[in-house]
């Protein structure tokens, strides 16, 4: 039920609440795709760092994908390299660079 709750915000524009909703849930495929949506760069890199601090590297990698637009080469290499996920930004940073 809060799925849906999350996609009404998401539709709303009201994407913070909605990706919130998201993550509360274990919804992280929702969460990126609303970031990346949002067109917003401050969603994108706050869900980074909230995948590095719950120890989901899979998904800071995934987020690496689907938010690929609105995140900074530089906020990621920093981010991978103080906490050792250089392994799993190196694909994104190859295609940036």
């Not at 809060?2 to 929702?30: F, T």
Request: glycine content about 4%.
């Amino acid at each position: 039920m809060r799925r849906v709750a999350a996609y009404i915000y998401k539709k709303a524009g009201r994407w913070k609440q909605s990706i919130a909703l998201s993550k509360k849930d274990n919804l992280y495929k929702d969460a990126m795709e609303t970031a990346s949506q949002s067109g917003e760069r401050e969603l994108a890199e706050e869900l980074l760092v909230y995948f590095i601090d719950q120890g989901k590297k899979e998904c800071f990698a995934s987020c690496l994908f689907v938010c690929y637009d609105l995140i900074r080469a530089d906020v990621v290499l920093e981010l991978a390299w103080m906490h050792n996920m250089i392994d799993f930004a190196f694909p994104y940073l190859l295609q940036v660079g």
